[in-house]
């Protein structure tokens, strides 16, 4: 088979700086029971909804998050050690909407598993009802990430002062 990698040309692939990622599409065991914790608690609005599926997403945008049981209706979670998924990032526009965010799955009764401090953002992760992981994040101002002497980016996890976070929700 023929070497198609640019990169072994000497063509490193970079790319576009527009490039972003478009949706997320998780494989469920209970629509239902998803549909309770992605549109209900974490607040996505359902866009188009199929047989054995549904697409959710915020600002009328067609679909952030994608929910189905077309191979895993009533299916277990992956079991640890394995590949696959291990979390969706879903990016809050400011502080005070990270900390709603943040207070509504608190109220649920969804455990976190951790608040860090990343530098670049300050993020909260938890698990929707089939262990995928999710982080709820805001950016700092690119302006205001760290950088190390040589200007490469310095990021680091501390631990992020959750109450001084929840302060900022605005109800």
């Given at each position: 088979m023929p070497d198609t990698n640019p990169a072994?040309?000497?063509q490193p692939v970079i790319a576009p700086a527009g490039l972003r990622i478009?949706?997320?599409h998780?494989?469920?065991?209970?629509?239902?029971?998803?549909?309770?914790?992605?549109?209900?608690v974490i607040g996505l609005e359902e866009m188009a909804r199929y047989p054995g599926a549904v697409f959710l997403a915020a600002g009328g945008y067609h679909h952030h998050i994608a929910l189905n049981t077309w191979e895993s209706e009533g299916g277990p979670p992956p079991a640890p050690g394995t590949t696959g998924?291990?979390?969706?990032?879903?990016?809050?526009p400011d502080r005070p909407s990270l900390a709603r965010a943040v207070k509504i799955v608190l109220q649920a009764g969804i455990q976190l598993d951790g608040a860090s401090d990343h530098g670049v953002s300050e993020a909260i992760y938890l698990r929707d009802p089939d262990q995928?992981?999710?982080e709820l994040y805001v950016?700092?101002?690119?302006?205001?990430w760290p950088r190390n002497p040589d200007g490469s980016l310095g990021m680091f996890t501390r631990r992020l002062d959750l109450p001084a976070l929840l302060a900022e929700a605005k109800d």
């Open positions: 072994s040309a000497g478009g949706h997320t998780l494989k469920v065991s209970n629509l239902d029971r998803a549909l309770a914790f992605w549109r209900d998924l291990y979390h969706v990032a879903l990016v809050y995928n992981g999710v950016d700092r101002a690119r302006e205001d």
